[in-house]
């Protein structure tokens, strides 16, 4: 059988397209980070930053989301995103952990 180049050009657009919707429906199921997760517990993560134990945690400064962390794998604009210390979990935007950085 003999493909032909209009052919395959259409089976590789549909391949394609198919990986990047499974990447965005991947990123979108993720499970939200529960603060009560045993790692988050020992990172000191808060969903809401202004909510950090600043007195355990004298790193944290005002300002500091995982939005603008260097480790957040999302958009500043959404309201979760991954994050490369809590694997497939979705961190919140608005949220802190002692492992910020933004370098």
């Given at each position: ?68 962390c260097s480790l957040f794998q ?15 979990k979705q961190v919140a935007t ?10």
């Open positions: 059988m003999t493909t032909s180049r209009r052919h395959f050009l259409l089976l590789s657009v549909s391949a394609g397209s198919s990986l990047v919707l499974a990447r965005v429906a991947f990123a979108d199921s993720g499970a939200k980070l529960s603060e009560g997760d045993p790692q988050a517990l020992a990172l000191g993560y808060k969903e809401d930053a202004s909510k950090v134990d600043t007195a355990k945690f004298s790193q944290y400064a005002a300002g500091q989301t995982c939005g603008t999302g958009k500043a604009t959404d309201a979760y995103g991954g994050c490369t210390l809590f694997g497939d608005r949220g802190w952990c002692s492992s910020y950085t933004n370098m």
